[in-house]
């Protein structure tokens, strides 16, 4: 069946550093990619997604990629924020969009 | 415009007692899924439900079964609860057309004792 596998954590990151967490997936069919993000005392938000092979979602400086060719959907920015504090889960969901797998989440803690 | 709601917050229950968890859509929100989250895990997929009928399922048994009303609301109804049972319970809406597009509830903090 289809599932997503997200790279372990806890990651640790000085302000300013690059961040890449990794995410690979198993799917029949062309399935929808999404980052979802739970800052710390709030709910899931959806953070970015792409819906193709070779789409790039992006929002809040962070960035993934759908690689068909690797089943891989790594999220990345450039320079991380303290806000930027949270834990991190890979998500994808069938075309129909009513069959959803989220990874086991990754925890991030940029530190100043 | 009103985001997605849940109730209760919190919610203890003893072995092999029933409980019911609500949701309200964001409005406009005509698809409505549900999701329990383990501690320390991601959220796994329970169920689906568009326009009052159940329109994707996962990996749970029977016990756990739903309903949509006809303003879109929900609820997440779990029979014979167990001990695994505890965890919290994610409601997430979207429009329709636009399924994979979710936003989440605060959630129900489920303790079975």
């Known amino acids: 069946g289809d599932s997503v596998t997200q790279m372990e954590g806890p990651v640790t990151l000085s302000e300013e550093a690059f961040l890449t967490i990794n995410c690979t997936y198993t799917a029949t069919g062309y399935p929808s990619l999404f980052w979802y993000v739970q800052y710390p005392g709030e709910g899931l938000q959806l953070l970015l997604k792409a819906t193709k092979a070779d789409d790039k979602g992006s929002n809040k400086g962070f960035e993934a990629t759908y690689r068909k060719e690797t089943t891989s959907f790594h999220l990345e920015k450039g320079s991380v924020q303290v806000s930027d504090s949270a834990v991190y889960f890979c998500?994808?969901?069938?075309?129909?969009?009513?069959?959803?797998?989220f990874g086991t989440g990754t925890s991030l803690t940029v530190i100043p | 415009e009103t985001g997605v709601t849940q109730s209760p917050t919190h919610l203890i229950k003893t072995r092999g007692q029933q409980v019911t968890l609500r949701c309200s859509s964001q409005?406009?929100?005509?698809?409505v899924s549900w999701y329990q989250q383990a501690l320390g895990q991601g959220p796994q997929f329970i169920f689906q439900?568009?326009?009052?009928?159940?329109?994707g399922r996962g990996n749970f048994p029977p016990r756990f079964s739903g309903l949509q009303f006809p303003n879109y609301s929900s609820e997440l109804n779990v029979n014979a609860l167990e001990l695994d049972d505890s965890a919290l319970y994610l409601c997430a809406s979207s429009l329709e057309g636009a399924g994979d597009t979710q936003y989440f509830g605060p959630g129900t903090r489920l303790t079975v004792l």
């Open positions: 409005s406009g929100h005509n698809t």
């Open positions: 439900y568009y326009r009052e009928e159940e329109n």
């Open positions: 998500a994808l969901s069938d075309r129909a969009g009513n069959q959803f797998y």
